[in-house]
């Protein structure tokens, strides 16, 4: 059999692609499928409310991260066929990783009083913040061992986890739904998520443990601890900024507005965008891939990435832009329709995020997450002063104005992030986009969403006739880029070998 490392270039990336694609298919599809669920049970004002406090519980679940698990992924794969030097990076890393998670399940548990009754003036959260402590201890263990799933390029393994963890999740907030009266919803939901998320940890801890039979015995060789510290410090740096970059704008949604209808608009388009970007992203199955390539061959591997990311993100923010306001009333129902505007600003984060994913894990697998780190952290910066800027003054106009002012900040700070990390991708990697990779997508999106914009009003949209128009709108794009040479023929043997695969 040839050894992984002499196989072709495609065929390294794209081998799990189509268990990359339904796994996030599964994780992005079902996370909307339950966010729609909820919004359409609690309604904009508590939707507004568990949006709140998942915000919370994801700081500091990101913090209890602090990229321990990147870091295992990039040190691990690059020692497979060393295993006591392998578990000796899994001994020190596992052992920081139940430091971090339990200290701030507990400051989180400790806190929960102080933080509903004095940051958001809402002493009624206490409850959920407490058992939100419980859900993050579990949901961030889980992550943990599911990083050998992506070590060891077994992606379904993944697929199945996440399968158990929406399926679980899902059937046990109908039964909350069913069997509680609404004043309980919100305790059951988190209820529910701690349930779910304690699976999904059995899951993977027995899976990991039988691929990697040798983890949690002794290793007496030893590692260059200071070089892990050094890594672990830039990706830590950077993934609390991160966090705090990611839920930032509904942190001071929840300080500064006093509608919460509002935030529950902000959430729910937002998992509608989420959940479209996460189709098109395979940035978790990269990581090991090219932390064990040379720099040469990661210049070839990250082109062709490239080219296939935005032959999908760039019809997919445009699609979006044109559907968008159809399918919140389709999904969330017509109580969520007065914050459609909204979609509009955050639509483009489809491109930003897709791309600026594709550029982190480059910079962590060549053990440079330093420029992440100050990317994100000028990002930030401009991210905390619009936030506050934006809300703060279109308050004066409305609720949904200052709504609007959230996302506009949150859109643009994070193309700078995006901007930045191109930048330092060409001059310190030498890795620069094809120009030609966006040109004739973003023209045969345009020529879609022109086609698609005129022929909409014409019909009325319902589940079978819009799926039938993002078919239509799917066949017109394709069509379009195979006339214009935007696809060739090598890229149709890639997508034959995907569905062969």
């Known amino acids: 059999m040839k050894d992984f490392r002499e196989k072709s270039l ?22 909307l499928v339950f966010t729609i669920l909820l919004a359409r049970f609690l309604l904009p004002e508590k939707f507004g409310v568990y949006s709140i406090v998942l915000s919370v519980a994801i700081l500091f679940m990101t913090i209890g991260d602090l990229g321990v698990n990147q870091t295992l992924m990039t040190f691990f794969s690059k020692n497979l066929k060393n295993k006591n030097k392998a578990n000796a990076y899994f001994n020190f890393l596992f052992i ?4 971090f998670i339990f200290i701030t399940s507990f400051v989180l548990f400790a806190g929960s009083h102080l933080l509903a009754k004095y940051v958001f003036k809402m002493p009624d959260l206490t409850p959920l913040f407490v058992a939100s402590a419980f859900y993050i201890f579990f949901f961030s263990l889980s992550g943990f061992f599911a990083s050998f799933f992506y070590i060891y390029r077994k992606v379904k393994l993944d697929f199945f986890k996440e399968f158990l963890f929406q399926i679980t999740r899902m059937t046990s907030v109908i039964i909350v739904f069913l069997l509680f009266s609404p004043d309980h919803y919100l305790p059951g939901i988190f209820f529910a998520l701690i349930f779910a998320s304690f699976g999904m940890t059995i899951f993977a801890l027995f899976f990991s443990k039988k691929m990697t039979p040798f983890l949690f015995t002794k290793s007496k060789t030893k590692i260059n601890k200071k070089r892990v510290s050094k890594f672990l410090f830039y990706l830590a740096l950077g993934g609390v900024s991160l966090l705090v970059f990611s839920e930032v704008d509904i942190f001071m949604l929840g300080v500064l507005m006093k509608d919460l209808a509002f935030i529950g608009y902000y959430r729910a388009i937002f ?20 932390s064990s390539f040379k720099m040469k061959r990661v210049k070839q591997a990250f082109d062709k990435v490239v080219k296939y990311i935005f032959l999908f993100n760039i019809p997919a923010c445009l699609g979006v832009l044109v559907f968008g306001k159809y399918f919140i009333r389709l999904f969330y129902g017509q109580e969520y329709v007065a914050g459609s505007l909204i979609l509009y600003f955050l639509a483009f984060l ?8 594709l550029f982190s894990i480059l910079f962590t697998s060549r053990e440079k997450p330093k420029y992440i780190t100050k990317s994100i952290i000028t990002a930030l910066g401009v991210n905390l002063f619009l936030n506050y800027f934006l809300i703060t003054l279109l308050l004066n106009i409305s609720f949904l104005w200052a709504t609007i002012g959230a996302a ?9 992030f995006m901007f930045m990390l191109l930048f330092y991708s060409k001059k310190k990697l030498k890795v620069k986009i094809n120009v030609k990779h966006i040109i004739k997508p973003l023209l045969a999106s345009l020529i879609m969403a022109g086609v698609l914009s005129w022929t909409i009003p014409k019909v009325d949209i319902g589940l079978f006739s819009g799926i039938l128009l993002v078919l239509f709108g799917v ?27």
């Open 10 to 31: 495609t065929e390294q990336i794209l081998k799990n692609s189509v268990w990359v694609f339904l796994n996030a298919f599964l994780t992005k599809v079902g996370g």
């Open 96 to 99: 920081m990783k139940l430091v």
């Open 271 to 290: 998992a509608l965008v989420l959940g479209v970007t996460g189709l098109i992203g395979i940035a978790s199955l990269l990581l090991p891939v090219l």
């Open 350 to 357: 489809i491109f930003s995020e897709t791309t600026t994913s």
């Open 408 to 416: 506009i900040a949150t859109l643009s700070s994070r193309y700078l």
């Open 475 to 501: 066949l017109i794009y394709f069509v379009t880029m195979f006339l214009i040479k935007g696809i060739k023929k090598q890229d149709l043997e890639v997508f034959s070998f995907l569905w062969k695969k």
